[in-house]
């Protein structure tokens, strides 16, 4: 089917505000997983879901950071009280199950902060 | 902590030119994935290629191959007749057989000259 999809592609917030980004997984991918990537840099991982168990939330970088996948499929990475240091790509990522090496990206939200 | 180093920030070659992209990984376990992805402005990441650490041969798909030297911890990209849809940022990425993060390197920008 289609591909992974993430909206919006491009997010300006001024300091304060909460975001939430919305990540549209391969139809079927069981696996889900957010990565922070900062400009010239290479993505960080952030958390990981498996259905909608969310397993790994290790890589969040402050409790303003919360990620959701209630129905096992859409998930949502929302970020309270936005700081400059949060502007970065927003990558999601999905595969059919975590066994499986191969990960499906998305094209990404550019969140600024300003 | 596994980590992966791509000391070569920005490469150049002309069209047609064979192109090789640096990738060192650092790890105590002995059997693991490593990957290159390409990422083009429009910032989706795209699979190039991976390799299994078991494996001694080395990958290729079509113009991609790798140089894996395990011993050296070494995982080099070469790219045959390059062309000008080549250009993009090439990241080298390690994944853990007991883990479903990526680790990634930081990056190499490749241009190709017309």
Redesign the interface.
């Known amino acids: 089917g289609a591909g992974v999809s993430q909206s919006p592609r491009y997010k300006v917030a001024k300091r304060g505000q909460d975001v939430a980004l919305r990540c549209d997984p391969i139809s079927g991918h069981v696996s889900l997983f957010w990565y922070q990537q900062a400009l010239g840099q290479g993505p960080e991982f952030l958390t990981y879901f498996q259905n909608e168990a969310q397993l790994d939330k290790s890589g969040l970088p402050s409790d303003r950071f919360f990620a959701e996948r209630p129905e096992g499929s859409v998930s949502t990475l929302k970020i309270q009280r936005t700081q400059q240091e949060d502007s970065a790509v927003y990558l999601c990522a999905s595969n059919l199950d975590s066994s499986i090496y191969e990960q499906y990206f998305g094209p990404g939200t550019r969140l600024t902060v300003t | 902590a596994q980590t992966?180093t791509q000391s070569q920030p920005e490469m150049s070659v002309q069209e047609a030119e064979t192109v090789t992209l640096s990738c060192t990984y650092d790890t105590s376990e002995s059997d693991y994935?490593l990957?290159w992805y390409k990422q083009p402005p429009?910032?989706?990441?795209?699979?190039v290629i991976?390799q299994e650490a078991y494996k001694q041969q080395n990958a290729t798909e079509n113009r991609f191959s790798v140089n894996f030297q395990k011993a050296a911890k070494s995982f080099s990209l070469k790219i045959s007749d390059s062309q000008l849809g080549d250009a993009a940022m090439y990241?080298c990425?390690y994944?853990s057989t007991s883990n479903?993060?990526?680790?990634?390197?930081?990056?190499t920008k490749l241009i190709i000259k017309p």
């Open positions: 992966v994935y990957f429009s910032r989706q990441m795209i699979l991976r990241f990425a994944r479903y993060q990526l680790i990634w390197g930081a990056g």
